[in-house]
T-cell receptor, first 112, second 115 residues
Framework: DQQVKQNSPSLSVQEGRISILNCDYTNSMFDYFLWYKKYPAEGPTFLISISSIKDKNEDGRFTVFLNKSAKHLSLHIVPSQPGDSAVYFCAARETSYDKVIFGPGTSLSVIP | DTGVSQDPRHKITKRGQNVTFRCDPISEHNRLYWYRQTLGQGPEFLTYFQNEAQLEKSRLLSDRFSAERPKGSFSTLEIQRTEQGDSAMYLC?????????????FGSGTRLTVV
C-alpha cells in the first residue's frame, strides 16, 4: 500500500522553463511534506518542506504547493537549470511517528 | 563536521554470508534512521533510534536484520545469512528531534550486492 505516490517516473524540460513535479498521498495524518533531490551515487538531499497547515512555501527557485483537500502537492522549479537534473522524491511524515515515507521518485532532465 | 558517513560504500558478498554496515551520524543529531532503496523505488524505512534506544522497526526488517546504536553515537546494521533479495542501497540518515521542517541528512549509502 503506497501512501506517497509519484505517478510520473520521468520528466524532461527545456532549460529556463518551469518544471512541475507532482505527488499524491493517501494518509490524512501526514503533518509535513518534504522534497528531496538525489544525484547518482549520492544520498538524497533535503530540498524544501511544507507544513500541512500551509498551502505554499517558497525558497528561491523552488516552490511547493499543497492542496490538502485533493491530497496533492507539487514542486515548481523556475527557471529550470541543467544542474537540476536529478531524481526528486516526494516524502511525508506522519504526526504520531517520526519517520518519513518516500514516494518512488521522478527523474527530471533539464535540457540545455 | 563532515555530515553523515557510511562505510563501506560498496559490498559484494556471497549468498549466506553475514555483512555489517556502519553509519556515523552528525554529532549533535540524536535521531538516526536506516532506509533501504532498490532500483526505481524510493527509500523504504527500516528502523530508527533516538539516542541509543531503537524506537521502531519496519515489518520489512526480518529476523535476519539487526541494528544497534551503542552509546547513542554510531550505528551498525547487520544482515545475517544474506539473500539475493537483500541486494540494495542501504541509506543512513540523522536528524535532531523536533526539526521536522528540515528533513533528514542522508549519507551516501552502502550498496550491497549479494551474488
Amino acid at each position: 500500500d503506497q501512501q506517497v505516490k509519484q505517478n510520473s517516473p520521468s520528466l524532461s524540460v527545456q532549460e529556463g522553463r518551469i518544471s512541475i513535479l507532482n505527488c499524491d498521498y493517501t494518509n490524512s495524518m501526514f503533518d509535513y511534506f518534504l522534497w528531496y533531490k538525489k544525484y547518482p551515487a549520492e544520498g538524497p538531499t533535503f530540498l524544501i518542506s511544507i507544513s500541512s497547515i500551509k498551502d505554499k512555501n517558497e525558497d528561491g527557485r523552488f516552490t511547493v504547493f499543497l492542496n490538502k483537500s485533493a491530497k496533492h502537492l507539487s514542486l515548481h522549479i523556475v527557471p529550470s537549470q541543467p544542474g537540476d537534473s536529478a531524481v526528486y522524491f516526494c516524502a511525508a511524515r506522519e504526526t504520531s511517528y517520526d519517520k518519513v515515507i518516500f514516494g518512488p521518485g521522478t527523474s527530471l532532465s533539464v535540457i540545455p | 563536521d563532515t555530515g553523515v558517513s557510511q562505510d563501506p560504500r560498496h559490498k559484494i558478498t556471497k549468498r549466506g554470508q553475514n555483512v555489517t554496515f556502519r553509519c556515523d551520524p552528525i554529532s549533535e543529531h540524536n535521531r538516526l534512521y536506516w532506509y533501504r532503496q532498490t532500483l526505481g523505488q524510493g527509500p523504504e524505512f527500516l528502523t530508527y533510534f533516538q539516542n541509543e534506544a531503537q524506537l521502531e522497526k519496519s515489518r520489512l526488517l526480518s529476523d535476519r536484520f539487526s541494528a544497534e546504536r551503542p552509546k547513542g553515537s554510531f550505528s551498525t546494521l547487520e544482515i545475517q545469512r544474506t539473500e539475493q533479495g537483500d541486494s540494495a542501497m542501504y541509506l543512513c540518515a540523522s536528524s535532531l528531534s523536533g526539526d521536522s521542517a528540515y528533513g533528514y541528512t542522508f549519507g551516501s549509502g552502502t550498496r550491497l550486492t549479494v551474488v
